[in-house]
């Protein structure tokens, strides 16, 4: 559910060229409508409740203003008025839907585009943005941080992005979190516990992931890492309750003189958040940051000492490091073109290590107590000295810091409101650390931080540089586009250019492939669908398969800056070894269940690879080469149905929306809800022809169900069929998938080839749709007419062969519709 | 957005993307005012539990005999104080029940309400907790059935552990910490309070609107932080002996059972011991093998709803859910073993609700939702019909006006009401 232009309108009276002196245009529209429009859209029941006849009539609310909208929209994409009618050139159709939205801006409540309703940082902004701002190792948010509306077309919408007090409250423990992190306050927050005697080093194979206490599951030792360690957990005794240095003393012995390197045995120590209370990722983890390290040389019990470097709520894994004499075979990960017996190699390992007896250490007890004293990075923050309750101290430390948050420069108001308030607070609080704890809260709870691009210079370079970095990095800006904002320089499209040059290659743009196509093109949807496993051949390396192959195909167009018609249709995809068994693909003999096995030990995920569509084997099954661009790609199919069935309504509207920029219009008020007769149909084809028989109906259906019907052969997970699931002990035969249909303007369609032809020789529909959704997510508005203009002429630019896609989003962000507020 | 065909224009132009003139933040129904006089409520407590996978209906509703999905409540000797309501819907969008099983108290698509959420500000004044929102164990999905007034999804309480620190207390180390959080804090609010207004005199329209919002949730927040001081220093109640925790947590929700009973038997504490007033649950739904008396189910949960009517499957499911119900009716027993200050039992004075806006989850379809009410004073029936797979017309919110009713509110709407249930319960 995308809330509406309409909702949030005021309903102030704007009159669409409605009187002479305000457009050049009137007499030739109100000609064009009588010729035209009249005979569907006057009398006493207009066609859709959109009298069109009358365009001088002012336009008194914002249901009107967005059918006139649509109208302009439709008139110029060839929509209206409808095969069979009088019909007008494309120029009098560009001169219309020009004229139409020139009366609407001129007329509207402002000549700016759209409505710049101020944006809170969604969820994955703060998140980001947080991560830029402080040096701590892992910020996560708390499980109890609430979601952003979750059925706007973008996250990034302002409507979706309101302040809550809930979002307050949320924000204001994070910034206690945060504050924490950065300046430990004076508390007794200490930690002592003591653990008995084990082994650190078991051999894997009989290693015990289990202990099982009725049905309370503990977990004691780590069985075997991808590299080859082994050894305990201690998340069970302790945890760190603040970020600082942390001592242990380890009583232990070494069983052996040396490691497998010939050094003495080692112990190393592996910061990880309990919370994230996967039982198998923790035992098998190796992207852990090492946080300490110790050296175990007595062959007798004796006291060794570690510090550890670790964050609030960390806690450790200890490994010996050095243990194992071999390493974890790399064979036995799976990667494109390994096709060994990948179990039978594993278990030959595993028969090894557990034959051949590895060095272990012993220990008698372990003990952790902290914080012994803060993190270099809290010292460092804090100036290299310990804080003082004065003015220039307080600056030294809290205005920089405040630059960066509120992502401009601060005004002399804000400067003294900032430090006088944690000057204040300091006076009367026992140590200076207060002060500065409360100014980190005050920075991380104020509205400055909390909204994008809001306030008196909105629209200024500053303004400019964070809708950047917030379109292409979810983040806030950094550096270099701080510093050109400063210079005044981010306004020249050169610049700006190579701006978006740099920042699409840099690491940070993988938000943009993963948030802007995740919403676009269904990865989202398709990432949490709940797949009926019985009617299709499904496993969650085949999910994981079709969202980063959609990722993957969109950042390729988006690096090479492929042209954007690459997305209607190409000569390669993207498949992971999961989804090329489900396309019955040869090559691979393995079978699924194998696959998953083999993940569960590797933690890889199947990684999608390319997929050349224009050399494809003799053997490859027809359909794969229809694979090409965004109606190849399964993510949309599976976020268009509901993992059961496929919806040819959902997909319809769908490709409009999000293909063609042509989203079907809301109802009209005065149309009950309607329950057509579907009980004889048998089909899907049947059941959508019964829709279409009625009037109302059909006005939508017309345009939405051809396109669905076209694209059957997917079934709800983007799999390939010929024919329907008939049920499992159903002893009628399949019904056959027949993707045959005609468009309103009477184009035949018999599959999803011709759809893409169609687009292919209508790009400019293409163009605009795109541009309009990137405008979209880009400045969280529903976009207004002056936006559509902006996004005609950044079509009518448009280079034989298509923009390529950088050079859309360079025209995009140049323009004065982006930078708007 | 996933959602299938076969239903009506409107309800599907509801459910999809596109532009539909609704209210943006609907205030609270206009029929709906607060309790003139505690006294003529016949109930003053809510507990509303959804599942997210719905429940087996031939064993919910079940015709002429107990179905075995009741026969917890009844052997529980609770068979006089509950009815199932079959034939309930909420008339959005029929397709994908999963995406839409979120909608069970609000009764709509679009940010609204809930029905605890509507009540909490009133019922829960006086306690500790305005009202508790859980979730047993992590969930796939999202998880709050609790909405604000502004649409949006409360978080939830996931961890038992966690439920059980904020209703006996997390221990008094922390409490000159909190004290001085809370009040630095305050202070804090009151400062940006203060600045934000000064900006607002120069502020365009849409500007204005930001800083209302955010003054609105500083006030709000700052009335939270008001109430967290007040029951910062008195004292948490004790917990009974009989209660332990187990010594691990672990939220997996391949251990969603053993979570969900700690949950049902915590609420029952937090209810009798008057730390709340109102409650949401959800009991997840996921892909996972679910740990049943000490063995894993042969299948995942979410599989398992897809029966395909195969006998072998059903049982399986049941099982499950036969789990959910002897929660319930341990939660219902102990309020029912509860005496009421002001007279008869615990499970008098509060509304249970049990559900999900999942009508078949074998088919993803929503029409028809198992729905149960139990407690609250109600003329209760064992089972009504108020309609069947194939017709459905009576809206849920039909039931939720009844239950404002016996809370005390006066309520003729809420949500996509059509009438009421009163000459059915009330």
């Given amino acids: 559910m995308r809330v509406s232009r309409l909702a949030a309108t005021a309903a102030a009276v704007v009159a669409v060229a409605a009187d002479s002196q305000a457009s050049p245009h009137p007499p030739f529209l109100r000609e064009f409508t009588a010729t035209y429009c009249a005979g569907c859209h006057g009398g006493a029941e207009p066609k859709g409740g959109f009298r069109a006849g009358e365009p001088s009539r002012p336009l008194a609310d914002a249901v009107a203003r967005d059918q006139w909208m649509r109208a302009a929209d439709y008139v110029a994409k060839g929509v209206m008025p409808p095969v069979g009618a009088l019909l007008p050139s494309p120029a009098e159709r560009e001169r219309f839907a020009e004229s139409v939205r020139d009366g609407l801006v001129a007329s509207g409540e402002s000549a700016r585009s759209g409505r710049g309703l101020p944006r809170r940082l969604n969820r ?40 809550s007090p809930g979002h307050l409250d949320a924000f204001s423990e994070v910034a206690i979190d945060i504050a924490d992190r950065m300046v430990p306050l004076p508390y007794k927050r200490e930690w002592k516990s003591f653990t008995r005697r084990g082994t650190v080093g078991q051999d894997p194979a009989r290693t015990k992931f289990w202990e099982r206490e009725g049905d309370a599951l503990g977990l004691y030792f780590t069985g075997v890492n991808i590299a080859g360690w082994s050894g305990a957990l201690w998340d069970k005794a302790f945890v760190a309750p603040a970020s600082g240095v942390y001592r242990v003393r380890l009583k232990a012995s070494a069983q052996a003189a040396a490691g497998a390197d010939g050094k003495p045995l080692r112990l190393g120590f ?28 007595s062959e007798k019990p004796a006291f060794v000492d ?26 036995l990960i799976r990667t494109p073109g390994n096709t060994a017996d990948l179990r039978r190699l594993l278990a030959t390992y595993l028969t090894e290590a557990r034959d051949a007896p590895e060095p272990t250490i012993r220990f008698v007890s372990m003990e952790v107590s902290g914080p012994v004293r803060p993190l270099p ?73 909390l909204y994008r691009e809001s306030g008196e210079a909105a629209q200024d370079d500053f303004a400019l540089a964070g809708r950047l970095a917030y379109l292409l990095w979810s983040s806030m800006p950094d550096a270099e586009l701080t510093r050109l904002a400063g210079q005044g320089q981010l306004s020249d499209p050169e610049v700006l250019r190579r701006q978006v040059a740099r920042m699409v290659r840099d690491a940070k743009a993988q938000q943009f492939v993963k948030h802007f196509s995740g919403q676009w093109l269904g990865g989202r949807e398709a990432a949490s669908v709940m797949v009926c496993d019985v009617r299709h ?41 999961p989804m090329r068994i489900a396309w019955g693909i040869p090559g691979s003999e393995v079978d699924l269940r194998r696959l998953e096995a083999d ?60 293909l063609m920029g042509m989203p079907p219009p809301p109802p009209p008020g005065d149309v009950p809800a309607l329950v057509a007769d579907t009980s004889q149909a048998r089909t899907v084809r049947e059941v959508l022809s019964a829709h279409q028989s009625v009037e109302k109906c059909a006005v939508c259906h017309a345009k939405i169900d051809p396109i669905g019907l076209a694209l059957e052969n997917y079934d709800a997970t983007g799999g390939w069929r010929a024919s329907y699931y008939a049920g499992e002990e159903s002893g009628t035969a399949p019904m056959p998938v027949q993707p045959r249909s005609e468009m309103e303007d009477g184009t035949r369609l018999a599959g999803p080839q011709d759809l893409k032809d169609y687009l292919i020789a209508r790009p400019q529909i293409f163009t605009k749709a795109l541009a309009g959704l990137l405008l979209e997510y880009g400045t969280g508005r529903e976009l207004g007419a002056a936006d559509s203009r902006a996004v005609d002429r950044i079509a009518a630019a448009e280079p034989q062969g298509g923009y390529g896609f950088q050079d859309l989003i360079v025209s995009l962000v140049s323009s004065a519709a982006f930078a708007a507020n | 957005m996933s959602r299938t065909f076969g239903q009506d224009r409107r309800q599907f132009i509801r459910g999809s993307s596109y532009a539909l003139a609704l209210p943006l933040l609907p205030s609270l129904p206009g029929a709906v005012r607060a309790p003139a006089s505690p006294a003529r409520a016949k109930a003053k407590r809510l507990v509303c539990v959804g599942t997210q996978l719905g429940f087996y209906k031939p064993e919910f509703f079940g015709e002429g005999r107990t179905p075995r999905l009741m026969q917890p409540l009844v052997e529980a000797g609770l068979g006089e104080a509950f009815t ?81 620190a904020r209703v006996f207390g997390a221990g008094s180390v922390e409490l000159q910490r909190q004290t001085y959080l809370i009040e630095s804090g305050r202070s804090l609010l009151d400062d940006l309070k203060g600045e934000a207004g000064l900006a607002g005199g120069r502020a365009s329209p849409d500007d204005r609107r930001a800083l209302d919002e955010y003054l609105t949730s500083v006030r709000a927040v700052e009335a939270k932080l008001e109430r967290r001081r007040d029951w910062l220093d008195k004292p948490f109640p004790r917990p009974p002996e009989s209660l332990r925790l187990p010594v691990e947590e672990n939220t997996d929700s391949s251990f969603l059972l053993q979570n969900e009973d700690l949950m049902w038997d915590l609420m029952a504490l937090a209810v009798t011991n008057d730390s709340t007033r109102v409650i949401s649950m959800t009991i997840p739904i996921t892909d996972r093998a679910l740990l049943v008396d000490g063995k894993f189910t042969r299948e995942g949960y979410h599989r398992l709803s897809h029966h395909g009517n195969k006998a072998e499957k059903i049982d399986g499911l049941l099982t499950i859910e036969e789990r959910h119900m002897q929660g319930a009716a341990r939660f219902l027993k102990a309020l029912k073993d509860a005496p009421d200050p002001d007279g008869g039992s615990m499970l008098d004075s509060t509304v249970t609700l049990v559900g999900s806006a999942m009508g078949d989850a074998a088919a993803h379809r929503r029409r028809n939702f198992p729905l149960l009410v139990a407690g609250g004073a109600f003329r209760h029936k064992r089972h009504v019909a108020c309609g069947s797979d194939e017709v459905s017309n009576t809206m849920a919110c039909d039931l939720y006006v009844t239950v404002l009713q016996q809370l005390g509110f006066e309520a003729e709407e809420f949500s996509t009401s059509q009438s009421d249930l009163n000459s059915v319960l009330a």
């Fill in chain 1, 537 to 577: 051949e499904w496993s969650e390396l085949i999910r994981y398969g079709i969202v980063r192959s959609t990722e993957m195909f969109f950042d390729e167009v988006l690096q090479r800056n492929r042209s954007i018609r690459t997305f209607i249709d190409s000569e390669f995809t993207y498949a992971n070894e």
């Fill in chain 2, 84 to 164: 199932t309501v079959s034939g309930l819907d909420h008339k959005g969008p029929s397709g994908n029940g999963h995406q839409l099983v979120y909608t069970l108290y609000t009764g709509h698509v679009v940010p609204s309400v809930s029905l605890d959420q509507l009540v909490a500000p009133v019922l829960g004044r006086d306690t500790r907790y305005e009202s508790l929102q859980l979730c047993c164990g992590q969930a796939q999905q999202k998880a709050s059935l609790s909405f604000t007034k502004s649409g949006v999804p409360l978080p939830v309480t996931l961890r038992p552990s966690a439920l059980y």
């Fill in chain 1, 270 to 297: 592996y910061a990880f958040n309990p919370v994230d209370y996967d039982l198998h990722k923790r035992a098998l983890r190796v992207d852990l940051p090492r946080v300490g390290g110790v050296e175990v040389t």
């Fill in chain 1, 599 to 658: 993940q569960r030990q590797s933690l890889l995920w199947p990684e999608p690879e390319r997929l050349d569509l224009s050399s494809l084997g003799p053997r490859v099954p027809r359909h794969v080469a229809s694979r090409g661009g965004a109606l190849g790609l399964s993510s949309v199919f599976a976020a268009t149905g509901d993992g059961v069935e496929s919806s040819p309504i959902l997909r319809g509207v769908w490709v409009l929306e999000n």
């Fill in chain 1, 377 to 449: 990075r809290q010292l460092e923050f804090l100036g290299g000295r310990a804080p003082m309750l004065d003015r220039a101290y307080m600056e030294s430390i809290l205005l920089p810091l405040a630059e960066r948050a509120f992502r401009r420069p601060l005004a002399v108001g804000e400067r003294r409101q900032l430090i006088d308030g944690a000057l204040e607070h300091g006076a009367g609080a026992p140590s200076p650390e207060y002060a500065v704890h409360f100014g980190i809260r005050r920075i991380l709870l104020s509205p400055q931080f």
């Fill in chain 1, 124 to 163: 994955i902004e703060y998140l980001n943005t947080l991560r830029d701002l402080f040096p701590i190792r892992e910020i996560r948010l708390p499980v109890t941080f609430p979601d952003d509306n979750p059925d706007l077309r973008f996250d990034t919408m302002a409507e979706g992005t309101h302040l």
């Fill in chain 1, 306 to 331: 570690a510090d550890l470097l670790l964050e609030k709520g960390e806690t450790f894994h200890v490994y010996c490091e050095n243990r194992l004499r071999k390493e974890y075979p790399r064979a």
